[in-house]
């Protein structure tokens, strides 16, 4: 059997579930990045972070619906690429139902470490948001049949929520 039949697309069922269900259970999942050549990079999931809609204050939703936010409330199993500094596309996979916006940002792969240095590595950009991950031709996701342990531990970068907010250990990082 080749990798190939060892993986399974992840079916839309998965997104629908709570932020704090998708994060943790994204690690060991396998990122497919189809190139327009017809090559592909394959790459593991290591670490993620979970934000929790309107409430948690480190949620780009807590200040309700914006042009850049409206993707967050729309149904799991879609991306969410936003810029930070001017220079780093971050990737979000949406999870849960419409009009509850819930995001898990991608902070590492056993390749890269780091949101942006990812989403160079992938060549991810704004093109990529709103991308369906069931329907895209150019980027899915795949479970490997990996449970990992992980650790839990706080947030990063997000000072601006407050030590409440700051100190939920909502970033799940692969052991």
């Not at 039949?5 to 998965?14: H, Y």
């Not at 991306?79 to 849960?96: A, C, R």
Request: charged share 30%; glycine share 8%; with cysteine.
């Amino acid at each position: 059997m080749d990798d190939t039949e060892a993986l399974k697309m992840i079916d839309k069922s998965f997104y629908l579930r709570d932020v704090l269900e998708v994060a943790p259970d994204l690690l060991g999942k396998t990122i497919i990045r189809k190139w327009p050549s017809g090559c592909e990079e394959r790459v593991l999931i290591t670490e993620t972070e979970a934000y929790s809609g309107m409430g948690d204050k480190a949620c780009h939703a807590s200040k309700g619906r914006t042009n850049r936010t409206e993707v967050m409330f729309m149904e799991g199993g879609i991306l969410y690429m936003y810029l930070v500094y001017g220079m780093h596309w971050m990737l979000n996979v949406v999870t849960s139902v419409e009009d509850e916006p819930q995001a898990v940002l991608i902070r590492g792969l056993n390749t890269v470490n780091g949101p942006g240095r990812l989403t160079r590595f992938l060549e991810l950009d704004k093109s990529f948001n709103r991308e369906d991950l069931i329907m895209s031709d150019r980027i899915s996701l795949y479970d490997t049949g990996l449970s990992p342990d992980y650790d839990a531990l706080p947030r990063i970068g997000i000072d601006y929520a407050g030590e409440y907010w700051k100190n939920k250990p909502w970033r799940f990082v692969m052991k």
